[in-house]
């Protein structure tokens, strides 16, 4: 059901212009799919139902989707028809929901629309991983190193991450610099052999964590943006995150009345956290990431790597802080925000 209605509503979106099928008309009731341009009447029945219970991710730990308010949340279980929107100069077809070799499903957005062309100037520049490290303007270093090689983690690859100085310990960039062109992290799919064999899987933007304030880019909404947990990356060392849990904050940052909430409504800075001998440590951050479709390079938001292009040796990380993961969607902090 679902499959059909994205088809015919692609191939209305394709055909207009010298078609030679009747002009759609909106609004009367009917729907007609094979018209010349785009009948809204064939939206209407999808935009108040619910889709068949097959293609929902059962217990997948993702919020619910929520239809009809008018923000498209990709990376809900369900499927969210406001993500099936009307063509517009930045979204002149819409996406569809398809399964993976991970299981579940997931939601690809074309290569049409804003997101879509960003990814292939991005995977054009920094097709592999060797192309990345050797770019010098953005320069990008190993976000999780073992200090003689790149780890590989479970569900993301080999990270890169933007450099913003540092002479013999490069510092990340914290920011990214809200241009879709410009992410700040890079994924690649490590492979044996040298990073040049190593090709790019995916990208992403993290911001600096402000509880009640989540980012929008064009084409990426707040509703798409996780908490990445404060934590300290193991570098030298195995190249693993180790999350942060309130027994790690300094006393300072608990008389302040922090602690490590599993819903995400407090700031935690480098500050807060008590130091690890070797490890880099980083703060709660706002990041979203894009992963990119074998063969067709069209875009995905989700949380992790939805084609699972990672070795069985890969890294996985483990967390005991509230929500059991290094990245979580925020709770409700209305407490903290109103």
């Not at 909106?26 to 068949?52: I, K, R, W, Y």
């Not at 099936?84 to 569809?96: A, F, H, K, Q, T």
């Not at 590989?152 to 990270?159: A, D, P």
Request: hydrophobic share 30%; with cysteine.
């Amino acid at each position: 059901m679902v499959s059909l209605f994205m088809v015919s509503f692609a191939v209305g979106l394709l055909s207009s212009g010298g078609t030679g099928r009747p002009q759609c008309v909106s609004g009367n009731g009917v729907c007609v799919e094979h018209c010349d341009g785009v009948d809204t009447d064939c939206l209407t029945p999808a935009m108040n139902q619910s889709f068949p219970s097959d293609d929902l991710e059962s217990s997948s730990g993702l919020p619910l989707c929520v239809n009809g308010n008018g923000e498209c949340d990709e990376d809900c279980d369900g499927v969210d028809t406001d993500c099936i929107s009307l063509p517009s100069v930045d979204n002149p077809l819409p996406g569809e929901k398809i399964s993976t070799p991970c299981g579940g499903s997931i939601f690809v957005r074309t290569k049409e629309g804003a997101l879509g062309k960003a990814g292939t100037g991005v995977r054009a520049r920094f097709s592999n991983a060797r192309a990345a490290l050797d770019s010098k303007e953005p320069k990008f270093f190993d976000a999780h190193t073992t200090g003689v090689a790149h780890a590989e983690l479970e569900g993301f690859g080999v990270t890169l991450i933007q450099r913003d100085g540092g002479f013999l310990t490069p510092q990340p960039l914290e920011n990214a610099s809200g241009d879709l062109d410009d992410p700040n992290l890079l994924f690649f799919q490590k492979k044996p052999g040298p990073e040049s064999g190593w090709p790019i899987i995916g990208m992403g933007y993290s911001f600096t964590f402000k509880p009640c304030d989540a980012p929008e880019l064009d084409s990426i909404s707040s509703v798409h943006f996780w908490v990445h947990e404060a934590g300290w990356h193991h570098a030298p060392g195995d190249g693993n995150f180790e999350c942060a849990t309130t027994s790690d904050l300094k006393q300072s940052a608990l008389d302040e009345g922090k602690r490590l909430d599993g819903a995400g409504c407090v700031a935690i800075e480098k500050s807060d956290l008590r130091e690890h001998e070797f490890d880099a440590e980083h703060e709660r951050i706002w990041t979203v990431h894009v992963w990119f479709e074998p063969g067709t390079g069209r875009p995905a938001v989700k949380r992790t790597d939805p084609w699972c292009r990672q070795s069985t040796s890969a890294l996985r990380v483990e967390c005991a802080n509230g929500v059991d993961d290094a990245f979580f969607k925020q709770g409700d902090c209305s407490s903290v925000c109103d």
